[in-house]
């Protein structure tokens, strides 16, 4: 099991300065998330090949691996030149992940297209819908698919509050269908309320298919009423969901720490906070040492 530190609090650090911090937070791992000089949201990788070989050395020097890279583009964009230019920069991405010696990569199913297209009225004179991200995203994984087995990479999955899906089982059902075996499933803690109801029966249902978690505490957006979260004007279409520390928020951990053992997990375990820059070595710290009580409650036996 490799428990790794999504460093997106400190992603103001040059990468050699972040590898020094991690290891200084007691993290092996770097799950590396979207940052503007290697891979940036939405468009082109900007890992040159003089900054790959210098992240390299810096993991060397600093005793720190890579244990997956995150890009995030627009493969389920309707527009077919966003989607393709999408195909392109994952591609790319891939490659990049095989130069720096990593064997995994993590992704959202994805939100469409872009804000400023989100609402282009189609052919028939409706709006785009789910149905069309989805086929969107179909072609680009028919396309990208053959590319992660040849280079020997494993593509793990999550889906994502806004996204066009956002519940479990159809995320398990459409990657269970592509019939990969570098193709698994993410589960995100923090997204549990938007999964669905029963974190135990669903961990259990994902079960072998859990290659990748997501360790952040969060708020069940759906109890007292929902009105857990009290949004102005009522009935406004907004999606809210927290990264916080462990113990902050309404996730049961021995539950979910025990029940993901029962399934045998044996993967990246990411701590990924993203609330708290203004304390980010302190949650890091704290959150190291929490994943890992956890770890040795559930899994050492």
Same mark, same amino acid.
């Given at each position: 099991? +490799? ?17 020094? +911090? ?6 092996? %791992? ?22 790959? =070989?210098?992240? +390299? ?15 995030? @583009? ?11 230019? *999408?195909?392109? @920069? ?34 028939? /004179? ?7 991200? &989805?086929? =969107? ?11 992660? &087995? ?9 889906? %994502? ?29 923090? %997204? ?8 135990? $029966?669903?961990? #259990?249902?994902? /079960?072998?298919?859990? #290659? ?9 957006? +759906? =109890? ?36 993901? $053992? ?12 993203? /609330?708290?820059?203004?304390? $980010?070595? &302190?949650? /890091?710290?704290?959150?190291? *040492? &929490? ?6 409650? @559930?899994? #050492?036996?």
């Amino acid at each position: 099991m +490799k428990i790794a530190l999504d460093p997106y609090m400190h992603r103001h650090l040059s990468l050699d300065a972040l590898c020094r +911090k991690t290891a200084e937070l007691g993290f092996d %791992h770097i799950e590396l998330s979207p940052r503007e000089d290697f891979l940036p949201w939405w468009v082109r990788p900007r890992a040159h090949e003089e900054r790959i =070989a210098s992240f +390299k050395k810096s993991l060397k020097d600093h005793g720190v691996r890579l244990a997956s890279v995150l890009p995030m @583009y627009r493969w389920a964009s309707p527009h077919e030149d966003e989607r393709q230019a *999408a195909v392109r @920069y994952w591609i790319e991405a891939i490659r990049i992940c095989a130069e720096m010696g990593c064997d995994t990569m993590n992704s959202e199913f994805g939100r469409g297209p872009s804000p400023d297209r989100g609402h282009r009225v189609n052919c028939c /004179g409706g709006m785009h819908s789910h149905e069309h991200s &989805e086929a =969107a995203w179909w072609r680009s994984m028919e396309e990208l698919v053959p590319v992660f &087995e040849r280079e020997g990479i494993m593509l793990n999955m999550e889906p %994502h509050p806004e996204d066009w899906c956002e519940t479990l089982t159809p995320a398990l059902d459409m990657l269970k269908t592509i019939g990969s075996d570098h193709v698994r499933f993410l589960y995100c803690a923090p %997204h549990t309320f938007y999964f669905g109801d029963d974190m135990r $029966a669903m961990i #259990r249902e994902a /079960g072998p298919m859990i #290659r990748q978690v997501h360790i952040a505490d969060t708020y069940d957006h +759906k =109890a007292s009423s929902g009105l857990r979260y009290i949004v102005n004007p009522p009935g406004a279409r907004v999606t809210v969901h927290q990264h916080m520390d462990l113990h902050q928020g309404e996730i049961d951990w021995d539950v979910f720490f025990s029940t993901l $053992a029962e399934t045998g997990f044996d993967g990246i375990v990411t701590a990924c906070v993203f /609330g708290w820059e203004e304390r $980010a070595d &302190e949650s /890091g710290r704290f959150m190291r *040492a &929490e994943i890992q009580r956890y770890v040795d409650k @559930y899994f #050492r036996h």
